[in-house]
Structures are given as structure tokens and as C-alpha cells.
């Protein structure tokens, strides 16, 4: 009866997975590039779709919580425990990591589904160090050492926004907090002209929204209580990648999981929507240095992603549709990683950038200096104050 219910978890992740990667894919939407627009082109229309997809989210989940069908302390985003320095060191690390590789873990699933083999050992790498770092030899570090600097929440109530205003106001907000946080984020993606002409990019989004709220639910209602403790769970994809590895590897069991369901789910999706539009194409690496870039960022965001307890799909809709404390931490993280790893690749090498940032500090400070200088050196070309003497007076006319 156990198998059966974990089976049937493994193909609702299935489905799900493949609606989301055949969406994706069609929308060709990325999370690295829509914070690559935002940050370095300023366009922020892809950015403006997660805001939807969580919008969407965050309402529907609020929803399921309200009516007493998901309870958000069930989950790993909600501990009584909030490990700070965790997330702030894993986010940064995963945004590097998806700087290196181009996109993310979900986006290197999606590439794979259309025949680039790059994303295959991305993969691979990924899912050796989220494994490692969750249950390997890196798992003791994390432990023991990252997860003690955390900040422990108030009589043990759990880390979401909605739990921690009831505790200080002693009122339930739930459904002000969902009803404006959705609603206004939706507004944002709406209300860009440009974006209601992409019916993909809305389609995409929507999606995403939507799934992610039938993760919730099918993995609570479809979950075996005789089991073991039920943990909901929805769209992530870090350690649901190390699981995956390690299924195809050690263990056949491991595949009757949601979360690996999805995970394979993912590249079926992209499949179908690639072979749709016939732009299915085998993909390998240019050079050793592409593989070198590839394989770091991959580890990066293997060890990265597990530290901060999530992805950008994991930590930027799952964990936000919960209103997990860790959300607004792990995104600012990643996107500030995102940034750091855009630069050291313009630049070439870590050490690189930092002589450049160093020269060019220096230059502008020593221009303020040239010109603080040039400032005391010239003359005053204000006009010389009015002596309290007699004045000249301009002589009278003739006519006076």
C-alpha cells in the first residue's frame, strides 16, 4: 500500500513536470536570463513572469492553507530554525554556479530535453554535490557547522511571514498578507503592455503558478500518513536532481518520489515542446574551458542550492508561496551570486576583476583629489563685496 502511494506521488510529479517543461520551453523562459535582463539590460519582462508565477502561487497556496488543506509547518521552509548564514552563503554560491552554466538547475533540465549534451553533465555534477552535501561527505560540515549560526524563532513558532504577525499582533493576517503580496504582484507582470502581447510568456508563468499549487496539494493528499510523517512539498530542483542521481545509480527505490518525478517530468516536457517546433539539436561543449566553467558552476550550484534550501524555482515560488522568512534572503543572494559571476566571466578571472575594481577605485579617487586641487587653485569669480565708502556717481547730463 506504501509503493503504491509513493508511485502515485512519482507520476503526479511526472505530470507536473512535464506541463512545466513543455511550457517553459515554449516560452523559452530562463530564471539566469530574466535577472541577466533585469540586471544588465534593464529589461525586466521575464523577471515580471516569476513575479506572476508566484503571485499566482502565493494565492492559491494562502488558499489551500485557509481552507485547512496544506499546512505550511509540515514543510522544510517553515522550521522553527531560520539557518542565516546557510542561506546567505548557499544563495550567493548558486547564483555564481548559474552565472557559470547559463541558466539554472530547472533551465539545465529544460536544455536537456532538447538535446544539449552540456546540460547532461551539468546534471550529473549537480546531483553529485546536492547528494553529497545533503546526505554525503558534505553533510557533516553543513550540519555542524553552517546550520548552527541560526536564528531561532520565538516559542518555536514557525518562519513564515503569516505565523510570525499573528505572533506579534496576535491577529491572523493570512489572508490580507496572501491577498495583497498576489494581487499586487500580479498587477506588476499585467500591467506591462508588452507582456500581454507574449500570450507564451503569460501562458509560462501561469503555469508555474498553477503547478506549483497542485504540488502542493498532491502531495498532501496523496501522501500515505502509515508512512511516516507527510512533508508537502512542491516545484524544487536541487536536491530533487541529487535524488534522481543517486535513484539511476544505487538505489531503483529512490524513483517513487514527486520530486523526482518532476525531474524527469521536466525533460520530457521540453522534449515534446522542442520536437513540436522541430528544434531538437544535439549540443556538446566548444572547448575544454566551456567544460571547466560548466562543471564549476554546476558544483556551485549542487552545494549552493542545498545550503539555501532551494533554487530559484524552489526558494523564488515554492518557499515564497508559503511566505518563507528564507525567501526574500536566498533571492537577494542569488541575484547579487548572479551578478558577481557576470563580472568575474566579462572579466575573465576572480583575480582579474578585482585588480580592475581596485584600478578603478583608484582613478576615482585620484580625480576627485585633481579635482578638489583645481577647485582651491582657481581664482574666486565672484563679484568683490560692497564697501560701506562713498560710492562714484555717474555724472549728471546737460540737461539737468
Known amino acids: ?48 513572469i516569476f513575479g506572476l508565477a508566484l503571485g499566482i502561487a502565493l494565492l492559491g497556496t494562502q488558499a489551500l492553507v485557509i481552507a485547512g488543506q496544506l499546512d505550511p509547518g509540515q514543510s522544510n521552509y517553515t522550521a522553527p530554525a531560520l539557518p542565516l548564514a546557510s542561506i546567505a552563503i548557499g544563495s550567493v554560491l548558486f547564483g555564481v554556479g548559474m552565472a557559470f552554466v547559463g541558466t539554472c538547475g530547472f533551465g539545465s533540465l529544460v536544455r536537456l530535453g532538447t538535446g544539449d549534451l552540456r546540460s547532461f553533465v551539468v546534471i550529473l555534477v549537480l546531483g553529485g554535490a546536492a547528494y553529497a552535501t545533503l546526505r554525503g561527505m558534505l553533510s557533516g560540515f553543513r550540519i555542524t557547522v553552517l546550520e548552527r549560526f541560526a536564528l531561532t524563532m520565538p516559542d518555536g513558532i514557525n518562519t513564515d511571514l503569516a505565523t510570525l504577525a499573528q505572533h506579534l499582533t496576535g491577529m491572523d493576517l493570512r489572508a490580507v ?6 494581487g499586487v504582484l ?13 500570450p507564451r510568456l503569460l501562458a509560462a508563468g501561469v503555469a508555474l503558478g498553477v503547478l506549483t499549487i497542485i504540488g502542493w496539494l498532491a502531495t498532501t493528499r496523496l501522501a500515505d500518513p502509515f508512512a511516516g510523517p507527510v512533508h508537502p512539498q512542491s516545484l524544487t530542483f536541487v536536491s530533487t536532481i541529487g535524488k534522481a542521481v543517486y535513484a539511476g545509480l544505487l538505489n531503483v527505490g529512490n524513483f517513487a518520489d514527486f520530486g523526482v518525478g518532476t525531474v524527469f517530468g ?17 549540443e556538446a561543449f566548444d572547448d575544454d574551458h566551456e ?11 549542487g552545494f ?6 532551494g533554487c530559484t524555482i524552489g526558494q523564488g515560488i515554492t518557499a515564497g508561496s508559503v511566505m518563507a522568512l528564507s525567501w526574500p534572503i536566498a533571492i537577494l543572494g542569488m541575484m547579487l551570486g548572479a551578478r558577481i559571476g557576470i563580472a568575474v566571466l566579462v572579466d575573465g578571472s576572480p583575480r ?11 582613478e576615482l579617487l585620484r580625480r576627485r583629489q585633481d579635482t578638489a586641487s583645481t577647485a582651491a587653485n582657481t581664482p ?6 560692497r564697501s560701506d565708502g562713498p560710492r562714484p556717481t555717474a555724472p549728471r547730463s546737460l540737461a539737468e
Open 177 to 182: 498578507i496572501a491577498a495583497l503580496g498576489g
Open 304 to 309: 549552493g542550492g542545498i545550503l539555501t534550501g
Open 352 to 362: 582579474e576583476l578585482i585588480r580592475r575594481r581596485f584600478e578603478s577605485w583608484r
Open 266 to 282: 521536466v525533460v520530457l516536457g521540453s522534449f515534446l515542446a522542442a520536437w513540436r517546433a522541430d528544434e531538437l539539436r544535439w
Open 380 to 385: 574666486s569669480l565672484r563679484p568683490a563685496a
Open 1 to 48: 500500500m506504501q509503493d503504491a502511494s509513493a508511485w502515485m506521488l512519482a507520476l503526479a510529479g511526472l505530470c507536473v513536470g512535464v506541463v512545466a517543461g513543455f511550457f517553459v520551453r515554449l516560452a523559452r523562459l530562463c530564471s539566469f536570463g530574466a535577472v541577466e535582463d533585469a540586471l544588465m539590460g534593464g529589461d525586466t519582462r521575464r523577471l515580471r
Open 186 to 198: 500580479c498587477l506588476i507582470a499585467l500591467g506591462d503592455k508588452r507582456l500581454r502581447r507574449t
Open 291 to 301: 567544460m571547466r566553467r560548466h562543471v564549476a558552476g554546476a558544483a556551485l550550484m
